[in-house]
């Protein structure tokens, strides 16, 4: 075997963060307990002779845990709903027994009475949105023919130079040049 490793001591803590202890009153000094006598050791029992399991219980209808009914529409406290729109309305039924309704089975006789009555109204929207669409294509139309006006009496107005001589193109600068427009 070899030499005995050196263990490096812990590092000093700095004056500063040293702290002193609180005195701790002596504790009392109690009775030494007594001792407890072991039972004398139970037979070993085979595992067939082993007791009979419990029935189990059935579920009761209310959580022992909460008290809740299992059914929220059954448990009777209504709170703020979780999604925050306080005017939705409270379920109370399922939606699918809220469609077996009688009113929302409608005879094929009822449904063709129902579109007759609604075809001259559909006439009418047809007829107005035709009037909508005119209008707008009238008017654009219109905005269309100003702005050709505007450019015809723009070149009318402007005061033109007519280049003669083509040699003064190729002296011209690009800031020149950009002015320049063919007529």
Not at 110 to 139: F, G, S, Y
Not at 149 to 163: F, G, P
Not at 174 to 181: H, I, N, V, Y
Request: charged share 30%.
């Amino acid at each position: 075997m070899g030499r005995p490793r050196k263990v490096a001591a812990a590092p000093a803590a700095p004056a500063a963060a040293a702290v002193k202890p609180a005195p701790v009153a002596p504790a009392p000094v109690a009775a030494p307990a007594p001792v407890p006598v072991a039972a004398p050791a139970a037979p070993a029992v085979a595992p067939a002779e082993t007791a009979p399991a419990k029935p189990r219980k059935a579920k009761p209808a209310i959580d022992p845990r909460n008290n809740a009914a299992p059914n929220p529409l059954d448990a009777g406290v209504v709170g703020k709903a979780k999604s925050g729109r306080h005017w939705k309305t409270r379920q109370t039924q399922r939606a699918s027994a809220r469609m077996n309704v009688p009113s929302a089975r409608v005879g094929w006789a009822k449904l063709m009475e129902r579109k007759q009555e609604k075809l001259p109204m559909r006439e009418q929207e047809r007829q107005l949105q035709e009037q909508i669409d005119q209008a707008k294509q009238a008017e654009r139309e219109a905005r269309i023919a100003k702005q050709k006006r505007r450019a015809e009496n723009e070149r009318k107005s402007e005061v033109v130079q007519k280049i003669t001589n083509t040699s003064k193109i190729k002296r011209m600068s690009k800031a020149q040049l950009r002015t320049l427009s063919r007529r």
